[in-house]
């Protein structure tokens, strides 16, 4: 990870990735994933060893320290093979294909990804850690090039026989639907939902909240509980949203959170949220920012909105780029060491609180709130938790004015610390769940500050990783590389429609549009199924793979589906993007039937499909910071002229609404822009098909309320549109 004084750099030190950069000085011959490397195995027949991993990996820097530093095994690489290393965040297709691969061997899959290639790329052995000397029941490292590379000179058939018969299954659990009527096949029902629940039911630990199906680990189950808060709204189930508080509960309380900057780490490693593997991913903290504002909407319960403000201002103070984008991840490891920028000795706590002022009262009730003790509860040191719920704490107004205080001067002191790796590359697709996060706290929250920051983000991927209609998939220093995935396109996509939704600016909602037509032109099958992940500009891979699992974020095919459903809905393609989004489901049926867990965010759009769903316009003749009138038209508290009966529309429609309900408005939220509206603006507005035909100037606040994009006569007084939507 660090240069020594005679190093020289590899190939690697010409790549922007972090986690590249960071190997760019190891004696391993490195190459990129390409062509030169590619060339080179088979023109010396040489195996290709794949390293896959990601620039905040804790154990990817465990084996770079002890393998990839090391000047013999570096050798024994570059005589014997090609070392391609790999970003998994970069190509994240190339992982997908190799880790499925790896688990068709019958391991676990896991970073660094490691596996063994023919010359022609088809995957043969590989594992994730290996040890420098035989441990943990592994084989050394050297062991594993020194046998692989023998079998290669003495024995290939074997080789080739194994590689023949992991390809195969590769291509064979990646076929598109070819059977059937599948144009004519309805979608599967709302029972997947129904069984989702029971089964998240049988595995929900009750005392702790999550649930148990990692082994020692507890992931934070966000879009599990987006499901169940969805599933609440339709039937009001009230175990989902016991499963839902109980673990929101038992993670603020835990060392998953951080109880002193924000932001939650990326899983616990035991079943009380007590120890977190301490990388923090933004994608992480997107998803748990919405599942704690659907919290806040159907519960009322202001501690979840806090929370979630909490998240942000830890995503504005150390993930966001001043122009606007989200940076992606920060390391688990500072100074060689796991969790070390993150814990405190008792005695360095009780200093910083005694420096802040706090009396000597106040600093012991504040170490016992945070469980803090002389012991420690890691490796000497204490992870902030909360053992005791607050409300058996006993904590009041005051005492919390005091925990306010000691985590400023808390924050303050962690400050000076060696920070964690911050990987400041933007990836598209996770910047697009984010969007999609802040939007939904600026129409929930009203407050239009998180709103702007989605705007500025959502602008910099349109001017900087745009070009002729194309999406890209990172930047970083000032270059846009990859073609956009997917999960890019889909993500993106629907993080400018939730942005539309919450400023009301059409161009969002249409270039969203844009993107969908793209991702059905090109990562479409010939015979109608599930998207391919992979950009058709990726020529080098064994499958272009078509994936499901909702796993760290939704898959692509996920997020396709509730973009291509909700443009439908607004009148965009609609016979047509339907038919797409009911192949996808139909691709996946059984796997919805069988295990919907593992597909939570793809459930998400059977609502769309299966929920009587209003579409709903709200249009006005005054502008929201315009100086037009109408007959509603009444003067605001700065002098500017609103419809009030508009504001009560579009506010119970922010307010009230979930994520995925149709609606479409005009003018847009005022936001921080004091402009009058234009002919233009009204222009872009009626591209909308929600919103055709229903732009009246000299009309005040109307609002139609839709099915099928046919509208009932448009009602004109706020509480019985309101009334008529409840």
Not at 277 to 294: G, R, V
Not at 303 to 324: H, K, L, N, Q, V
Not at 599 to 622: K, N, Q, R, W, Y
Request: proline share 6%; glycine share 6%; with cysteine.
């Amino acid at each position: 990870m660090s240069a020594s004084a005679n190093a020289r750099p590899n190939r690697l030190a010409q790549e922007k990735s972090p986690y590249l950069l960071q190997h760019a000085y190891n004696p391993v011959d490195w190459f990129p994933w390409g062509d030169e490397a590619f060339n080179k195995a088979q023109s010396e027949d040489k195996m290709i060893f794949l390293s896959i991993g990601y620039a905040t990996c804790h154990w990817c820097h465990v084996m770079e320290r002890e393998s990839f530093e090391n000047p013999d095994l570096a050798k024994k690489l570059n005589d014997q093979f090609v070392p391609i290393k790999v970003d998994r965040e970069e190509l994240p297709d190339v992982d997908q294909i190799y880790m499925k691969s790896l688990q068709a061997m019958g391991q676990q899959g896991g970073w660094p990804l490691n596996v063994f290639l023919t010359p022609d790329l088809r995957p043969v052995t590989g594992g994730t850690y290996f040890p420098p000397q035989p441990a943990f029941g592994r084989p050394s490292f050297g062991q594993v090039l020194d046998t692989i590379s023998d079998v290669w000179q003495n024995n290939r058939e074997k080789i080739l026989e194994s590689a023949t018969a992991l390809t195969d299954f590769l291509k064979s659990t990646n076929r598109a639907t070819t059977e059937g009527d599948v144009e004519n096949v309805a979608p599967p029902g709302m029972m997947v939902g129904i069984k989702a629940v029971d089964l998240f039911f049988q595995s929900f630990d009750a005392y702790r909240g999550g649930f148990t199906t990692n082994g020692n680990n507890k992931f934070p189950p966000s879009m599990a509980m987006l499901l169940l808060i969805r599933q609440y709204d339709r039937n009001q189930d009230k175990r989902c949203l016991q499963m839902v508080e109980t673990t929101l509960s038992a993670m603020k309380r835990g060392g998953i959170y951080d109880q002193i900057g924000g932001g939650l780490c990326r899983y616990a490693t035991d079943h009380d949220w007590l120890v977190p593997h301490f990388e923090k991913m933004l994608y992480d903290n997107a998803l748990f920012i919405m599942a704690l504002l659907e919290a806040y909407r159907v519960t009322g319960k202001q501690e979840y909105a806090d929370w979630a403000e909490d998240c942000i201002e830890y995503i504005r103070r150390d993930m966001t780029d001043p122009a606007g984008p989200f940076y992606s991840a920060e390391d688990a490891d500072s100074e060689g060491e796991e969790g070390k920028f993150y814990v405190w000795s008792e005695q360095e706590f009780l200093e910083v609180l005694e420096e802040a002022g706090l009396a000597l009262e106040d600093r012991k009730r504040i170490l016992r709130y945070w469980g803090l003790s002389a012991r420690g509860n890691f490796e000497g040191k204490n992870i902030l938790h909360v053992p005791v719920p607050p409300e058996e704490f006993g904590v009041d107004d005051r005492f919390l004015d005091k925990l306010t205080k000691a985590r400023k001067a808390l924050l303050s002191r962690r400050a000076r610390r060696e920070r964690p790796l911050r990987d400041d590359k933007v990836l598209t697709s996770w910047n697009g769940l984010m969007i999609s996060a802040l939007s939904l706290a600026g129409r929930l929250l009203e407050k239009p500050e998180y709103t702007l920051r989605a705007r500025k983000a959502a602008d910099f991927i349109l001017e900087n990783l745009m070009e002729d209609g194309m999406l890209y998939r990172r930047f970083r220093d000032g270059e846009k590389r990859y073609a956009g995935t997917l999960s890019d396109y889909s993500l993106f996509g629907c993080g400018l429609m939730d942005l539309y939704r919450s400023c009301g600016q059409a161009k969002y909602l249409l270039k969203a549009n844009e993107l969908a037509e793209r991702m059905v032109r090109d990562f479409k099958p010939e015979n109608p199924s599930a998207f391919y992940e992979s950009p058709p500009e990726q020529k080098e891979l064994l499958v272009r793979p078509i994936e499901g699992y909702d796993g760290v974020i939704p898959s692509g095919n996920s997020a396709a589906t509730r973009l291509l459903l909700s443009l439908s809905l607004y009148g965009f393609s609609s016979a047509d993007y339907r038919k797409w989004a009911t192949h996808i489901l139909n691709h996946f049926k059984g796997a919805l039937f069988e295990y919907p867990q593992a597909h939570p965010f793809m459930c998400l759009s059977l609502f769309l499909i299966h929920d009587p769903a209003e579409e709903i316009a709200v249009t006005s003749g005054v502008a929201a910071t315009s100086g037009k009138t109408a007959a509603s038209a009444s003067p605001s508290e700065n002098g500017q002229v609103q419809d009030e009966a508009f504001h009560k529309m579009l506010q119970f429609l922010w307010k009230k609404s979930h994520p995925d309900r149709i609606f479409a408005y005009y003018p847009p939220a005022p936001l921080d822009e004091s402009r009058e509206r234009s002919e233009s603006d009204e222009g872009i507005a009626a591209r909308i098909p929600l919103l055709e035909g229903r732009l009246d100037k000299k009309s005040a606040a109307r609002g139609f309320i839709c099915k099928d994009l046919a509208c009932e006569a448009p009602v004109t007084d706020a509480e019985q549109f309101i009334l008529k939507l409840q």
